[in-house]
């Protein structure tokens, strides 16, 4: 049974940064995809970015690109998500996610096997 805990999160200004975290409990950390989605209030959940196991390619949406950096620690089980320049616009509950799939594009929130609850990220003008 695989876990996954983000931390992080919290209210912050205009221009701030926040480093999200998430704890990977379970099984194998290093051969899974992990990646971050977000949902803001009344939207569609998006993705935001994800990294491979192993080879570490990342892959982010281009509305984050540029500001955002996704990474892993393989030996703490953890997958981190440095935001920098943070915008009104990225205020949502930020979920983690970790899969196996890697035919399927990263994007695709169906696609990962483990979620987490979110942790909620507040970006204040």
């Known amino acids: 049974q695989v876990q996954l805990e983000e931390s992080g999160g919290g209210l912050v200004q205009v221009g701030d940064f926040l480093r999200l975290s998430c704890q990977f409990i379970?099984?194998?950390?290093?051969?899974?995809?992990m990646a971050w989605f977000r949902q803001a209030l009344g939207k569609e959940r998006e993705f935001v970015a994800a990294?491979?196991?192993?080879?570490?390619?990342?892959y982010y949406a281009d509305s984050v690109k540029g500001r955002f950096t996704i990474s892993r620690d393989n030996a703490r089980n953890t997958m981190y998500l440095q935001m920098n320049s943070l915008k009104p616009e990225d205020t949502a509950v930020y979920y983690c996610?970790?899969?196996?799939?890697?035919?399927?594009?990263?994007?695709?929130?169906?696609?990962?096997?483990?979620r987490g609850q979110g942790t909620q990220v507040t970006v204040s003008s």
């Open positions: 996610a970790a899969g196996n799939r890697y035919s399927a594009p990263p994007s695709g929130w169906d696609d990962y096997n483990y």
């Open positions: 379970g099984r194998t950390f290093g051969s899974v995809r």
């Open positions: 990294i491979n196991g192993y080879s570490g390619i990342t």
